[in-house]
């Protein structure tokens, strides 16, 4: 099993940038599919990226242009660029490490999951 720590969220402004990351710890974070889910309040978790260990990248429709997600194996840490950020993008985030380790899904029930970290998008 993997353990995952989130940072770098904070409120700004619509429009602005923010830049989430994620260190891991545990067993070899370079095997496993990682990815960033987000959950805005009365809402249920939604996928938002991931990544695969070869570096093959997949996004929600809804951030796809606007995120970013990168990882680097060496120092076992996973990004999340955000631009444009919008009212929308409101929620906690969290960092995910696929249980099925190479392989990644959108289905919240195949992860190992971070503390999470609030994000703000004011108008």
């Known amino acids: 099993q993997v353990q995952l720590v989130e940072s770098g969220g904070g409120l700004v402004q619509a429009g602005g940038s923010l830049r989430l990351s994620c260190a891991a710890s545990?067993?070899?974070?370079?095997?496993?599919?990682v990815g960033w889910f987000r959950q805005a309040p009365g809402k249920e978790r939604e996928f938002v990226a991931a990544?695969?260990?070869?570096?093959?990248?997949d996004y929600a429709d809804s951030v796809k242009g606007r995120f970013t997600i990168s990882r680097d194996n060496a120092k076992s840490m996973l990004y999340l660029q955000m631009n444009s950020l919008k009212p929308e993008d409101t929620a906690v985030y969290y960092c995910?490490?696929?249980?099925?380790?190479?392989?990644?899904?959108?289905?919240?029930?195949?992860?190992?999951w971070g503390q999470g970290t609030q994000v703000t998008v004011s108008s």
């Open positions: 995910a490490a696929s249980r099925l380790i190479y392989h990644y899904t959108r289905n919240e029930d195949d992860y190992y």
């Open positions: 990544i695969t260990w070869s570096g093959s990248t």
């Open positions: 545990g067993r070899t974070f370079s095997s496993y599919a």
